[in-house]
């Protein structure tokens, strides 16, 4: 349970880190470790470099931004964003997402970006931050550019990124509306999660766009696209009518793994009871903020 | 009784433990220590066409690669049987079988150079599962069987020729196909338990130092005087010349008893003339043992009254490539499916086969488990069936205090109706939100305490400090505080003055082992007659000294009261011996011929259990969560209060494990989450706040004080109390473990 032998760069400049991981041909960015490590113990994965990118600054920083959107370095962990006040406040499902995402010591050292570039279907943060329209931002050595959450992983293990570009930042805009996370796990990591964010218009009670997003279940995050167009338009007061009406159709639809997280057909059925249960709380947020 | 400060009175280990002071096995350095990594099979069944080393050999810090050519000339070894080659030489029977050792200076040396060794396999016929085993025309996972007869333990394994049994028991008392045919209803239900995995922290590791003078073995083993007995033999070495040392052991559970990984390391060491070190990741100590999964059809015969008139099981227990204890374990099932009943009539049968996976092994309350979840869930069933209430069928049917339940076993020891009552009286009215019948109960005797021999050595030194010496091993249950208490109460001296010795055969005396619920019976009879011989000594030497009348002498803290007042140790023996030197060494020991042949009879004890659990189901998911749970069992007397707590308490929640989460699972013998990653525990959240633990103490147990074995009783009725309690709430019954929610919901979803 050692890793085969690597070499370990640790640059301060994100510049001589891209530059580095584009000279070798078998480089992996390290950041926290924890799927990175555990993969090349079991040897699953032996790079000839490692480079660290824990001693670039300004990576794991988290702040706000004037476009009313959050920015969350990268290499923040998800301890450090289920802790910091800018994202309890704007944008509280992600603090509690992060905060019951695998073990305290996971979550003390594994970063959101890391979560996010190793693709592993079973994981959280990538179906929330699909549903809140999340942007990330690429550096590599074509210069940068940015991604939609939902673009980014492409299938199991498998992201837009290009090898030698680093992640630098999520920014996630202020939802405008509700939102709703819920996952369903039976062990450590999540067999179905959901997740729900509604932008109401202006008078409030009125959805004007409905994401619903489930993951984990297949080989990446998925758009319920069936339910958000039932839900564009209508009040929230007749969101989980309108929902249960289209349910059977839209999980029907889903795109779901057999493995020994459960057959497809039961984590069609919970990918329903999650977004059931989403809607509703996400109606009572809005029951609760009207008088 | 002696009044003991808090600090003092804590258990020793636990201090060295919460400062990381401890040393376990992996900590350990032996000058000149070389490092082996082991290389494992990845065929399921295969005759193994070559095996080549060569480029592993010349890698860099390697100074030499064990094969099993190496080591064919030393034979097989075993428990029960002699079915196990040190590493495998012409096949392969399961999928992480050791085929050689790659000894290196280092252990990154040595994992880096084990990828280089190559095999050739051919595939032979898979014999994946019981089921696969029993077939008419299975592929023979061993060709032949060589049984062993009380070695290891009394009587032995009884295989059948031309097989992939090993081991068949048959107990039959009274006539059932007649009760049957009598009956006013006969139920029969069939039901599995799935390979689980001990899950001890510390995976398996040990260090082995071969001499010219002899073979010393650094392992956190259960059972050292099985592993020195298994070792001597396969080397043709003195048991004298063989020394086993136990560091702390950071669990075993059962899966580090009998003998596991020493003679694999004791073989590399003997290779290179060298201490040999192997640190087994907890991925491959998945691969080194686990507790047999079962099949077990069960069938009760009822009269008009609800009383049982016979029952039979059959219990074929997946015993994986190897046998290690299977037989035991197969023979202890049978037993321990009977419950605390009254039964006429029974038929118990149980064999043990051989399948191409991970061998199986003992695990606390060794076939327990698989027997009470059967049977326990089946009362519910029968109850059911007849229209009684599981508390009233039971109640009809509880075997007294003094009754046999089988006319081989010793009378029961214990109340049970006392312990089902205490649980029911501790989980009070049900709470609003579950219902009030989501309540499952569940009840079990087990007869554990194997093998009546035990040793110790009490010193009593001149200044009233007190060394003793035996053989159980500290293996986080707080069994050596335990041996501290009871020589330091024995001699009326303070807990804070005796030191227990680190577990090493060459210090220690003889004992069979740690496991079976044993040590505190009989190995602290073993420890209190010690110190009784030390106190007489001590006393016969005092009443020389001062002449005085020995009756009118006691022990106090670091001295005799006389009638003259105190006199310290120190003066009785300059007195006695003209210097101030000196010690007293008492000698205990219990063998089956003690007490005039009580302790021969089986078992020493009952271990007993009752659980009570409450559930809710979200019956969307399927997903159970325990949310109270009462535990009692009947401990003759608790020695130490926190430690025997955790014990039940750990028993109960390490049940939970195998009720809702955990299955070592094979695909066609190939093992699919064998790795920390993909198997899961419970944790502290799955761990109900309102939880009762009850221990009962009545005085009577043959330990010392009235103490009987605990430890292994708490594991037997979770996962039936659970099952019951969703069978009472939501009439669905799951008949094989675990229960996932995906089962749970698909149950539910039939129902309906
Ligand atoms: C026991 C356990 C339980 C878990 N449970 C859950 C769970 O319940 N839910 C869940 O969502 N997740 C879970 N996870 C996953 C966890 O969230 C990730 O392990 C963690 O977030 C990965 O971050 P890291 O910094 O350690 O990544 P690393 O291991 O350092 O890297 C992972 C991969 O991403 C690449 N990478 C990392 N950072 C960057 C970057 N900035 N730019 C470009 N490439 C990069 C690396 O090259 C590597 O390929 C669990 C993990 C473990 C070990």
């Known amino acids: 349970m050692l890793p085969a032998p690597f070499q370990l760069a640790r640059p301060t400049e994100l510049a001589e880190a891209i530059r580095l991981a584009a000279a070798t041909e078998d480089s992996h960015f390290h950041a926290g470790g924890t799927e990175l490590l555990m993969a090349m113990k079991l040897r699953l994965l032996r790079p000839e470099l490692l480079v660290d990118l824990k001693r670039i600054a300004g990576l794991d920083r988290i702040a706000w931004a004037e476009d009313a959107s959050v920015v969350i370095g990268a290499l923040a962990t998800h301890r450090q964003v289920e802790q910091d006040v800018i994202v309890r406040r704007h944008l509280p499902a992600l603090a509690a997402l992060c905060a019951n995402v695998a073990n305290v010591r996971v979550r003390s050292a594994g970063t959101l970006g890391g979560n996010l570039c190793f693709a592993e279907p079973h994981a959280d943060p990538p179906t929330l931050l699909a549903a809140l329209g999340a942007r990330l931002r690429l550096v590599g050595p074509d210069g940068e550019r940015e991604v939609a959450a939902d673009a980014f992983i492409l299938g199991e293990f498998e992201t837009a990124r290009e090898p030698a570009e680093i992640m630098t930042h999520i920014t996630v805009p202020v939802p405008r509306g509700p939102v709703a996370y819920r996952r369903f796990r039976h062990g450590e990591r999540p067999a179905v999660n959901a997740a729900v964010a509604w932008t109401m218009a202006a008078d409030g009670v009125t959805i004007e766009r409905a994401r619903i997003v489930v993951g984990a279940l297949g080989s990446r995050p998925q758009d319920v696209g069936l339910l958000e167009r039932l839900l564009a338009g209508r009040r929230a007061g007749e969101a989980a009518e309108a929902v249960a009406q289209g349910l059977t159709d839209a999980v029907g639809e889903i795109e779901a793994m057999d493995d020994r997280h459960g057959g497809a057909d039961y984590k069609r059925h919970l990918a329903g009871v999650l977004i059931t249960r989403n809607i509703a709380e996400a109606a009572a947020q809005i029951n609760g903020a009207t008088p | ?752």
């Open chain 2, 1 to 752: 009784m002696i009044r003991f400060d808090s600090l003092s009175e804590a258990r020793p280990d636990s201090i060295d433990k919460v400062t990381g002071r401890a040393v376990y096995a992996t900590d350990l350095d032996i000058p000149g220590m070389l490092h082996g990594h082991v290389v494992r099979s990845t065929a399921v069944h295969a005759r193994i066409r070559a095996l080549d080393v060569g480029a592993a050999r010349a890698a860099p810090g390697v100074v030499d690669v064990l094969c099993g050519a190496d080591v064919a000339s030393l034979g097989c070894w075993g428990l029960v049987l002699k079915d196990r080659p040190i590493l495998a030489l012409d096949k392969v029977r399961y999928v992480g079988e050791p085929i050689a050792v790659v000894i290196a200076d280092s252990a990154e040396a040595a994992e880096n150079a084990a990828e280089l060794v190559e095999v050739d396999y051919a595939a032979l016929p898979r014999v994946p599962d019981s089921k696969a085993a029993l077939a008419p025309g299975a592929a023979l996972v061993h060709e032949s069987h060589s049984p062993l007869e009380d070695f290891y333990f009394r009587g032995g394994a009884r295989p059948i020729d031309g097989t992939n049994v090993f081991h068949r028991f048959l107990s039959e008392v009274g006539d059932v196909a007649a009760a049957e045919a009598a009956a006013a209803h006969v139920h029969e239900d069939h039901f599995s338990f799935p390979p689980v995995f001990h899950y001890a922290l510390e995976p398996h590791t040990a260090i082995a130092d071969f001499r010219e003078d002899g073979l010393t073995i650094w392992s956190g083993a259960q059972s050292p005087a099985g592993v020195q007995k298994v070792v001597s033999r396969l080397f043709g070495l003195p048991l004298a010349k063989v020394r086993i040392v136990v560091p702390y052991v950071g669990g075993g559970f059962g899966g580090k008893a009998s003998v596991k990984i020493e003679p694999l390391v004791a073989a590399a060491s003997w290779k290179v003339r060298r201490p040999v070190r192997i640190a087994q990741s907890l991925s491959d100590s998945m691969l080194t043992c686990r507790r047999l999964g079962a099949r077990i059809t069960i069938r009760t015969a009822v009269d008009r009254e609800g009383l049982i008139l016979a029952k039979s099981a059959d219990i074929v227990l997946d015993g994986g490539a190897y046998a290690d204890t299977g037989s035991a374990v197969a023979t202890k099932a049978a037993n321990r499916i009977i419950g605390p009943y009254v039964i006429p009539n029974l038929r118990l049968e149980a064999r043990a086969v051989y399948t191409n996976t991970v061998p199986g092994a003992a695990f606390r309350s060794i076939g327990g488990p698989q027997a009470v979840w059967a049977a326990e869930c089946h009362m519910d069933n029968v109850a059911a069936a007849i229209g009684l209430s599981p508390v009233e069928f039971r109640l009809r049917n509880l075997a007294a205090r003094g009754q046999r339940i089988r006319p081989d076993l010793r009378p029961l020891d214990m109340d049970m109706g006392e312990l089902m009552g205490l649980v029911r009286q501790a989980m009070g009215a049900a709470s609003a939100a579950t219902g009030p019948d989501a309540r499952g109960l569940a009840l079990a005797a087990s007869d554990p305490g194997i093998v009546a021999i035990g040793n110790a050595l009490v010193r009593l030194k001149i200044d009233g400090s007190v060394l003793v010496a035996m053989a159980s091993v500290e293996i986080g249950q707080g069994v050596h505080a335990t041996m501290a208490r009871i020589a330091a109460e024995t001699l009326n001296q303070p807990f804070g003055s005796v030191t227990v010795l680190p577990t090493d055969t060459g210090t220690a005396p003889f004992d069979w082992g740690t496991g079976a619920s044993r040590s505190t019976v009989i190995v602290g009879a073993s420890v209190e007659a010690a110190a009784l011989d030390a106190a007489t000594q001590m006393l016969d030497l005092a009443a020389e000294a001062l002449a005085q009348d020995r009756t009118a002498l006691a022990l106090v803290p670091g001295g005799i009261a006389t009638p003259q007042g105190f006199r310290s140790f120190h003066e009785v023996f300059h007195l006695a011996y003209g210097v101030d030197s000196g010690e007293v060494i008492g000698r205990g020991a219990l063998n089956p011929r003690s007490r005039g042949g009580a302790l021969r009879e089986a078992p020493l004890f009952w271990e007993t259990a009752a659980g009570m659990a409450e559930i809710d189901v979200d019956e969307d998911t399927g997903a159970i969560r325990l949310r109270r749970y009462a535990s009692a069992a009947d401990v003759g007397r608790v020695i130490n209060r926190v430690s025997a707590e955790g014990q039940d308490e750990g028993a109960s929640v390490q049940g939970l494990g195998h009720t809702l989460f955990e299955a070592l699972e094979f695909e066609d013998g190939q093992p699919v989450n064998a790795s920390p990653v993909d198997y899961n525990i419970p944790t502290l959240d799955d761990v109900p706040d309102d939880f009762h633990t009850i221990l009962v103490e009545h005085h009577d147990g043959p330990g010392p004080g009235g103490a009987k074995g605990m430890g292994e009783g708490a594991i037997l009725p979770i996962a039936p109390a659970i099952a019951n309690a969703l069978f009472a709430r939501y009439g669905v019954r799951v008949n094989d473990l675990p229960l996932t929610p995906e089962k749970v919901w698909r149950a539910l979803r039939a129902r309906s």
